[in-house]
């Protein structure tokens, strides 16, 4: 018998082989420089190429609408669609925090503001738009962003003129222009009260609107602005019909030491209260039922806690058998009325609060 180990290849079925495939691969080598680079430096270097290319361009785009001139040359004399674009660009712009310069530029605000009133003198010759009334809205948005007292005419100018559908939204804008410009003011260093000779009495005027959307506006605006004026009449619309008005007077007042607010204040807290017509509006729209009285309940907690601050005297005491009660509200009241169990949380915070300042 033969010796297996002297059996030729051709009787064993051929010369050995290895596995099938493995002569397919590449013998292992030790990769080289040349290799690594292509496979990772050459890829890393093109796509910081076209990171740089794509940050290049933005930076050409913004600078290119950054000028605040070349926005107000095109809302001065730019084609009529486009107009309105460069006015919402520029309230945009002032809307940002790098800019703080421009928003205390007083030729600019006048420059706008002189806009804005030849805007609305257009309109009142019955050539009106959607795209005029586009326009005077961001218009009055832009200049509600300025902290000088230039452009409050025509602010005041825009939130009194009503002729129609298309200055509602225009009024609404300039009224909450004006307490924006009012309270970023205070908030310099040193603070500064905006002032002219006609605001005190112009928004006294528009806080006895038809409209309560005017009102309740006109309310905080009041609120923001904080001359005796104001307070006055805001320790009248602590009683107006509108609830929307009745909130943003107290939450004013409170915030400024006044017990007026106390009533309102109570109400704000109170779950059994009926829904606010503007929660109506957004649930049939959609929106989430129970939100706003759940924002309501938190803006009057602040507002207690800053009312107790601002006068340590005050008689809160109905104040805390409201929270008293709405810190032992149930889960089947709470879900009545729409608002989530942090309230009850809030509530026993606030009183363990107000307690403790007491």
Known sequence: MNDPSTISDELRGGPLRPPLGEELLP??????ARFIIQLFVVPALIVMGIVAVWLTLNWLVRSATIDPNKLIEGIERGPSVARWQRASELAEMLNSNRYPELKQNK????????ILDREIDHSKDGQDSQQDATLRYF???????????????????????????????????????????AFSMQQLNPPQQLTNANLDAALIKLSQDEDPEIRLRAAFALGKLGTPAAIQRLEVLVNDPNVDTRTNAAIALAHRGNTKAVET?????????????????DVASGGEPGFKKAVVIASAIDAAHALARQNPQADLSSVVKALEQLAAADAKTLEAAHVPPSVVVDAKRALELLKAKQ
Request: aromatic share 2%; proline share 5%.
């Open 139 to 181: 218009l009055t948005s832009a200049l509600g962003e300025f902290q000088v007292d230039d452009g409050v005419d025509a602010l005041l100018k825009a939130a009194e003129t009503n002729r129609g559908e298309d200055d509602k939204l225009v009024r609404r804008a300039a009224i909450e222009a004006i307490a924006i410009r």
């Open 107 to 114: 030729e600019v605000a006048a420059h706008l503001a002189q």
């Open 265 to 281: 204040l109570v109400e704000m807290l109170d779950l059994s209260e009926p829904p606010r017509e503007a929660e109506k509006n």
């Open 27 to 32: 013998p292992v080598e030790q990769p080289s």
